[in-house]
């Protein structure tokens, strides 16, 4: 995962079957209080609707703290594309969304649990709910089976504060 201009540089991990296995562990699967990158053990690559990817705000500036700077649109005009490379390619994705919201508080919006639509009323009733609650308006959305990213840290001006960006993915064809 790749977002030019800022720290975001980083590759990520997959391990379906153990949830978090990397939140306190390295590339190398050796303990780091960094953890890295990973990929949400319910995600499926090349299948899964919305891939993902969660990693700690570090307070160095490290992991994922950038994202946290999506609050402004400014910052959002400036960095507007999400680089995703594995073996089989690249793609990129356009943020569509940006915003900061509480988790596991028994009535939060589940963005964390939403990785396959089972309609496309499922999913544009996702994609809604992520523009309602973004800091400002991208300019940028998506349609009934365009991929789509999200990224996830830990955000401080909530209790269970998560800082969560969405992208859809930029295809031969024009975003919608």
């Known amino acids: 995962i790749t977002i030019e201009g800022t720290r975001i540089d980083y590759p990520f991990m997959h391990r379906p079957g ?28 090349g ?3 919305n891939l993902i990817i969660y990693g700690h ?6 992991v994922f703290a950038a994202l946290d700077r999506y609050k402004s649109e400014e910052f959002y ?23 900061a ?3 596991y ?5 589940e963005y964390y649990s939403f990785t396959k639509a089972e309609n496309a009323e499922d999913y544009l009733e996702f994609v809604k ?13 998506a349609q009934y089976g365009d991929k789509l990213i999200t990224l996830s840290t830990c955000e401080y001006s909530h209790k269970n504060g998560r800082m969560v960006v969405v992208g859809c993915k930029i295809n031969t064809n024009e975003l919608k």
């Open 18 to 45: 153990d949830k978090n296995y990397y939140l306190h562990r390295d590339f190398n699967g050796e303990y780091s209080a960094n953890g890295c990158l990973y990929l949400a053990e319910e995600c499926v690559p």
């Open 101 to 103: 919201v509480p988790v």
């Open 57 to 62: 705000h570090m307070s160095s500036g490290k």
């Open 77 to 99: 005009q400036e960095h507007p594309i999400i680089q995703y490379s594995t073996l089989h390619g690249k793609e990129q994705y356009q943020i569509i969304a940006a915003f």
């Open 129 to 141: 709910e992520c523009k309602k609650r973004s800091y400002y308006d991208t300019g940028y959305t």
């Open 105 to 109: 508080t028994g009535h939060d919006f």
């Open 47 to 49: 299948d899964s609707d």
